[in-house]
């Protein structure tokens, strides 16, 4: 049974950081490009940044290029994401997901990831 399980969300004001883990169980997790993504209340939900397989390559949002970081560790089945400056508007629910295509990073938000975390709320007070 594949899990992703998300971590590290929380309440903090603008400017504060957070780092939010997502830990993959039931799969070969180093098989997967592997994305985060956020839903704020009453919006759709947007792809924010991807890494490909290896980590070798990251794509960002505009919305948080120069602010967040995506990063990977194959050997504990996890994906990082280092959130700083963070403002209201990132106020959302994180999801992270898991990309099995041969497709671009840059592309994960236009189709299909072959699984879902059920996310963790990120809440950034003015």
């Known amino acids: 049974q594949v899990q992703l399980v998300e971590s590290g969300g929380g309440l903090v004001q603008a400017g504060d950081s957070l780092r939010l883990s997502c830990a993959a169980s039931?799969?070969?997790?180093?098989?997967?490009?592997m994305g985060w993504f956020r839903q704020a209340p009453g919006k759709e939900r947007e792809f924010v940044t991807g890494i490909t397989k290896n980590g070798g390559m990251t794509y960002y949002a505009d919305s948080v290029k120069g602010r967040f970081t995506i990063s990977r560790d194959n050997a504990k089945n996890t994906v990082y994401l280092q959130m700083n400056s963070l403002k209201p508007e990132d106020t959302a629910v994180y999801y992270c997901a898991g990309d099995l295509s041969s497709r671009s990073i840059a592309t994960m938000g236009r189709g299909p990831m072959a699984y879902w975390g059920k996310g963790t709320l990120v809440t950034v007070s003015s």
């Open positions: 039931g799969l070969t997790f180093s098989s997967y490009a």
